[in-house]
């Protein structure tokens, strides 16, 4: 991958018009369709969101064309894109796609735009998403799969052997001009099972010449309901920033016991029971107590800050040896504010 790629994490948004021309070939569910009075939802995973504009749209257009509830969920591992996304999609996940653990099963759509690229044992990226992110998708849930045309082939027999009715097609110009991409749309099937001929179809149109998606028939696809309800949708890893943000929204930092006790709401004063002797004076001003306090006497004004610093003090001395120890040595530093003089005091 191009240095410009990589940059962008092999990151390549599917064009608006793209978009618009396969939604054309869906047709959403407008009820249930003879499986009870259970709800019924449209579930749509994007596990390469970017900033979800995408997946977004797609929402956008099914909401209008169905009475169902569309839930949109969308993963990106780059984190500037992912805040970005949980702005335009229901659920988002900021993270890598293969460190999550999500419901199998559950989705009605698997929008699958993935990096073109190779990882790390040299195979392609877009083929190990195909692979992984299948299982999300419910039987006789809908693929749309967009890629580079040749990279069909590496595809082949799995798209074969765990979809049905498969279609092809080229992207329009002038989009298809940059990276000859293809959309490739299919239904999961309810078991996996060779198929041959399928397979060999799918190798001739990473070959082939293809038929452009814009002069593609409409309403091809039918996109399913699911049961409504909650689905396992979470990372693997802990994000610190997230953590720290849950932690204050509920838990422990949410019982008024342990925040009062550590965030007092007022800064009460009390008065020791004894005077202070010199040590408590120096402790308070190793703990920085006096730092950048301002006191006044008179006419006189001084800022005062406290430190505290070792020094080896000489204990012991013979002809053999010297015995040092170490002692804490508290100061306060002050500055008179009228003539500037600094002023060191043992404390």
Known sequence: MRLAAQAKGGFYPTPIRVIELILQLITPERASLGRGSLPQTLRLLDPCCGAGEALSLVARALNRRTKLDVESFGVELHQERSLL???ALDHTLAADIFRCSIANRAFSLLWLNPPYDYDSEDQ????AFLTQCSRYLAPDGLLVYIVPRKRLRVSARYLASHYSRLSCWAFPEPEREAYDQVVVIGERKHDTFTDTYTEELIS?????ELD???AAQHSQ?????ESAGEVLFTTRTIDPVAAATEARRSGLWQSPQITDALWPQEDARTRPLMPLRRGHLAMLVAAGFLDNLELESGDSRILVKGRTAKELILVEETPDKEVYRERM???????????GEITDIDA
């Open 124 to 127: 392609r990226t877009e083929h």
């Open 212 to 214: 452009s998606l814009d």
């Open 221 to 225: 696809y039918q996109l399913r309901a």
């Open 85 to 87: 996304a949980q702005q």
């Open 329 to 339: 040595r508290t100061t306060v530093v002050a500055l008179d504010l009228q003539t």
């Open 204 to 208: 001739r149109w990473a070959d082939g």
